[in-house]
């Protein structure tokens, strides 16, 4: 039996147009008000802004982010479920908007980085900005 190296590995599928590209997971649970602030530091708000979700019953920040995410990247869904979900499930919340902002900068980086001759630079400015923004 001959073993053969692997030449490619697998890709990831394509974002589908309209939908998260994750669901929700249980990691943000912990550390949660330093990772709201990582994340709403790589969207390019203020730090501090998830600070404005502990003033009322339902969380300012949490939802603004969700909002912009998906408006950014034409994600279906209204103010109703970015409430239900911001309030409901918060720390999952973040967490899903966090691996989405990777996930969609990785793909662009390597989108880029294949039509251009020298990908290792264009990798690194395209990530630069969420460097050690995402826990995951």
């Known amino acids: 039996m001959s073993r ?14 309209g939908q998260w590209s994750t669901g929700l997971c249980c990691f943000a649970l912990c550390c949660l008000p330093v ?10 708000a203020c730090p501090c802004l998830p600070l404005l979700d502990c003033i009322g019953c339902v969380p300012p920040a949490s939802l603004a982010m969700r909002a912009s995410v998906r408006e950014r990247y034409g994600i279906k869904g209204s103010v109703w479920s970015d409430c239900l979900y911001g309030c409901c499930c918060y720390p999952l919340s973040w967490l899903q908007i966090s691996r989405e902002l990777k996930r969609r900068a990785a793909a662009a980086a390597q989108a880029s980085s294949s039509s251009s001759s020298s990908s290792s630079s264009v990798r690194y400015s395209a990530l630069t900005s969420l460097q050690g923004a995402h826990l995951v």
């Open 4 to 17: 053969r190296p692997i030449q490619t590995q697998p890709q990831s599928r394509g974002h589908e147009g």
């Open 35 to 44: 990772f709201t602030c990582k994340v709403t530091s790589a969207v390019g």
